[in-house]
């Protein structure tokens, strides 16, 4: 039996749902989402306001050059001004998603050793070899030309599969059973970009992709018993898709090498240019 313990989940008949029990320590509220840098209004209003921000020049002490798999997703996909100065600046437009990070480190810990078939039966033949590791890249080709700009993230659980390949597997935790594996789809192909074109070391020939989805069902138990959560897990397979994610890639480092974008309907953005219509830039 793998690390965590069969009595941790336990099979509900019929259906693929299993019963969480309560952690012994309460999570602690974590975002789950990119970490980076949390700054005051005034910062965000400074860096804007400079006639040098207005054609494109970085502060090269805080432009990063490590492009993280998560902003691939969720980052692209919301305000490409915000993007641009958290990649030029090192400012990061902060985000709150509460217990996110702890239930999916949860689900990496219950895991952590177990052979595909204990997770899914839909998951190739083999186990997890590790999980919650930084891998790192070699440069970005652009055009067909090395950029500065490489993939470095750290993975949830990485499979190593019969035949000699690997896996890669993004644990989630929702509300609600519901497909986001097209979403998430270029951040996990980017974990394997990353490991098959390493910056050091052997490279690992992915095989597979996918997310390992636990949603809500109810609660269960009472006051002499302990209560827990009933979940439902759900596996999520992801094709791959190399040429995607070059696109991804090639549309992200033009962005973010161009000039400052326009505000897109972004909310916090919103909130600065108003605020600073009241109280100026302070």
Not at 235 to 260: C, D, G, H, K, Y
């Given at each position: 039996m793998w690390a965590g313990g069969r009595a941790f989940l336990r099979a509900i008949v019929g259906e693929k749902r299993q019963n969480l029990s309560c952690p012994d320590k309460r999570p602690e509220l974590d975002s789950g989402a990119p970490q980076g840098m949390v700054i005051s209004m005034s910062a965000h209003e400074e860096i804007l306001s400079t006639n040098d921000n207005k054609t494109g020049k970085t502060n090269d002490k805080k432009a990063r050059e490590f492009i993280s798999p998560s902003d691939l997703t969720f980052s692209w996909n919301d305000c490409h001004r915000c993007l641009w100065l958290y990649y030029n600046h090192g400012v990061k437009n902060p985000s709150f998603m509460p217990l996110v990070g702890d239930l999916a480190d949860m689900q990496e810990r219950y895991f952590d050793g177990a052979s595909s078939h204990h997770m899914d039966p839909g998951i190739p033949k083999g186990k997890v070899l590790d999980r919650g590791k930084f891998v790192v890249s070699k440069p970005i080709e652009v055009n067909g030309q090395p950029s500065k700009f490489a993939i470095r993230g750290k993975y949830d659980i990485l499979m190593e599969f019969e035949d000699g390949s690997f896996g890669v597997i993004d644990c989630k935790f929702q509300a609600r059973d519901t497909d986001k594996s097209d979403f998430y789809a270029p951040q996990l192909e980017a974990y394997a970009f990353a490991l098959e074109n390493?910056?050091?070391?052997?490279?690992?020939?992915?095989?597979?992709?996918?997310?390992?989805?636990?949603?809500?069902?109810?609660?269960?138990?009472?006051?002499?018993?302990?209560?827990?959560?009933?979940?439902?897990?759900?596996?999520?397979?992801?094709?791959?898709?190399?040429?995607?994610?070059?696109?991804?890639?090639?549309?992200?480092?033009?962005?973010?090498?161009?000039?400052?974008?326009?505000?897109?309907?972004?909310?916090?953005?919103?909130?600065?240019?108003?605020?600073?219509?009241?109280?100026?830039?302070?």
């Open positions: 390493p910056a050091q070391g052997e490279p690992r020939r992915v095989s597979s992709l996918g997310l390992f989805v636990w949603s809500l069902v109810t609660p269960r138990g009472n006051a002499d018993s302990g209560f827990g959560l009933q979940l439902k897990s759900s596996w999520r397979p992801i094709e791959r898709n190399p040429e995607a994610l070059q696109s991804r890639l090639t549309e992200f480092i033009t962005m973010i090498s161009s000039p400052v974008k326009n505000a897109q309907n972004c909310a916090h953005c919103r909130y600065i240019s108003e605020r600073r219509e009241i109280l100026g830039t302070e």
